[in-house]
């Protein structure tokens, strides 16, 4: 990241750790806000929204992309795509 991103980036980050450290049980260091964004990929993927929609929505300009940061957060949509070729070969 350059140094003007950082600069940027980091009244977000402190915004984001106060809001976080009134949370009780969560340790608000242990947290940016790109988690929000892994976990936005795994609520959509866990409630069966398509692939190319989740990399549209993330900003990605394909799915390899979001394939492979997300490989964790997107198993279910890969799961139900693999379940249905099974299904197509019985």
């Keep these: ?7 940027d980036a980091s009244p977000v980050r402190r ?5 976080l450290s009134k ?9 940016t806000p790109r988690e929000l964004r ?3 990929v795994s609520l959509l993927s866990d409630n069966g929204v ?5 990399s549209r929505l993330v ?4 799915t390899a992309v979001t394939e492979e940061v997300y490989r ?7 799961q139900t795509g ?9």
């Design 1 to 7: 990241m350059s140094a003007e991103a950082e600069q």
């Design 15 to 19: 915004a984001f750790r106060a809001a």
């Design 82 to 90: 693999a379940v249905a070729m099974d299904k197509l070969q019985a």
């Design 72 to 78: 964790k957060q997107i198993r279910p949509v890969i």
């Design 59 to 62: 900003g990605h300009s394909s």
């Design 23 to 31: 949370a009780e049980g969560t340790d608000a260091a242990e947290w």
């Design 50 to 54: 398509p692939l190319e929609e989740i």
């Design 38 to 40: 892994h976990s936005f």
